[in-house]
């Protein structure tokens, strides 16, 4: 890339960075602190600035303000040509561009169904005695026994993964006339992703040869804590994080502090959660009972999954991650006034459908966060960091679509002998796999092994992992699976996951693997 290029987007990247961080809490914090700082004397006039940046950095507020910074690097997308338009910016490839707006019709169209069958309004204000009642019970929703049997999730991952399976772009052609080599895998559009060596380069820090926390204990216990440098926190947990103190080194990385505000803002979401009643309620209802309610691990957490995602779905600040998601938020009419666009308002609030399984991405974080608050902030930038990207259609190299492409090039190129025959008895891997990265392997795995995936996750700012542990998955199992004659028997085959270890399965396929 020529030097004037790389001016030119880091000049774009410095000057996005400022503007989000102009209007920011953290912004108005170091504003007072720098007026506090001009009354000391130590603080002279002719060396103002140099005093200001002394005194910014030996009362912490340099670091947090480098947090703050390398928080905004880790999601914002990489910047494109200043002239292209907005669209662009969310999703370059025009056929992905169009493939998400057609899911989120049909997703919204199941949605307003639903709501005309049922004869449910999406959302209306709850009576006195109803707000009583809800504000008496928040400790203990998951004693209610509402009855749910008219709701249906508005789609599921089965269903995601039949559009992405008719994803074509119209531009290309597979230089393939006889469709064989295209008909091995399910996937069929052409994006550029990771092969095997250039996923070994970027998960180095997993080679057999590194340490791994929870398999080698011998590792020291970082100093970045101490030190509170989320940089520092993301490079050290690539190999794993002492189990007592994963807690606060997620919320080192994801750049949460749960101050008072924090702790308010909550407040304020539960409070519109006890004023008005949504439809979207009765869908994270019926999500929780169908999963984590009957899950082993989980369904202890039944009550704060229910406080979360209720109070997400009321979540404004959640809007911002359509700036750089490949989706839009879905609108919905103000009765009586359909079809007037001024009359369009942003439903759920968050701009967020769950669906069947969604309850999943929150249910780990219960074992690490007993405080509502942190619980809830933790889950709201794990979603807008990583989990928002495993349902949309986008062209990002951890978005579900590149995800799915990574596991079958590495499945055929790898294992051809169980991908042929695997797609010969009509159990195409993807169709098993698919579920476990859509969730990133949330119930699938036993806890503390989904937490050593997710700290690799963290650590990476990837989601890659997901589709070479998949692919690690077959791999171990590929004995057994050549015996199956059906998709059933490879997915009974595949059915428990609880007693796998994740670790030396990734460092095994990653590194043991013949190229």
């Not at 942190?374 to 495993?390: A, I, N, S, T």
Request: glycine share 4%; hydrophobic share 40%; proline share 5%.
């Amino acid at each position: 890339m020529e030097p004037d290029s790389v001016q030119r987007q880091l000049s774009v990247t410095i000057a996005h960075i400022v503007q989000r961080l102009r209007g920011s809490k953290l912004h108005s914090e170091l504003e007072r602190e720098a007026r506090t700082c001009l009354h000391k004397s130590e603080v002279r006039i002719e060396s103002l600035k140099e005093d200001l940046k002394d005194f910014l950095r030996k009362s912490g507020w340099e670091k947090k303000l480098q947090n703050a910074v390398y928080r905004e690097l880790n999601v914002l997308p990489h910047p494109g040509h200043p002239a292209a338009p907005p669209d662009h910016t969310k999703e370059s490839l025009m056929y992905l561009r169009r493939a998400q707006v057609n899911w989120e019709k049909r997703v919204l169209k199941s949605l307003n169904s639903m709501c005309a069958e049922l004869g449910i309004p999406l959302a209306k204000k709850r009576s006195a005695d109803e707000q009583k009642e809800l504000l008496n019970k928040w400790n203990e929703m998951g004693t209610d026994e509402p009855d749910l049997s008219q709701f249906r999730p508005v789609y599921a991952p089965k269903d995601f993964l039949e559009v992405l399976i008719n994803l074509r772009n119209p531009n290309y052609d597979g230089g393939d006339p006889t469709g064989l080599r295209s008909s091995w895998g399910l996937i069929s559009i052409p994006l550029p992703v990771k092969d095997l060596a250039e996923l070994r380069d970027l998960f180095a820090e997993l080679a057999l040869n590194y340490e791994q926390l929870g398999i080698d204990d011998s590792m020291q216990i970082p100093t970045v804590l101490s030190e509170q440098d989320s940089a520092a926190a993301q490079q050290y947990i690539r190999q794993g994080c002492p189990t007592g103190l994963r807690a606060d080194m997620w919320a080192l990385i994801l750049n949460i502090d749960n101050q008072l505000e924090d702790s308010l803002y909550y407040e304020q979401l539960k409070s519109n959660v006890i004023q008005h009643d949504l439809l979207i309620d009765n869908l994270i209802y019926k999500d929780v009972k169908l999963t984590a309610s009957n899950d082993d691990y989980y369904f202890v957490f039944e009550d704060y999954l229910y406080q979360v995602l209720l109070c997400f779905s009321r979540d404004t600040l959640v809007l911002d991650h359509f700036s750089y998601s490949s989706a839009s938020p879905p609108k919905s009419y103000i009765r009586g006034k359909f079809a007037l666009e001024d009359y369009t308002v942003v439903y759920p609030p968050n701009g967020v459908i769950p669906f069947h399984g969604f309850a999943m991405y929150v249910a780990p974080l219960c074992f690490l966060y007993h405080e509502p608050s942190k619980l809830y902030q933790v889950f709201r930038e794990m979603y807008v960091r990583y989990f928002f990207r495993l349902h949309c259609i986008s062209s990002h190299s951890s978005g579900i679509v590149s995800l799915c492409l990574v596991f079958e090039t590495l499945v055929q190129t790898y294992l051809p002998q169980l991908f042929y025959h695997l797609h010969e008895i009509g159990a195409q891997p993807l169709r098993i796999s698919f579920k476990w990265m859509v969730r990133a392997f949330s119930g699938y795995l036993a806890t503390d092994q989904l937490l050593f995936l997710w700290d690799r996750i963290l650590g990476y700012n990837s989601l890659e992992i997901l589709a070479v542990l998949a692919a690690a998955v077959f791999a171990f199992r590929a004995e057994n699976l050549m015996e199956a004659t059906s998709l059933a028997t490879a997915e009974a085959v595949l059915a428990d996951l609880s007693t796998l270890k994740v670790m030396p399965l990734l460092q095994l396929f990653l590194f043991a693997t013949s190229s």
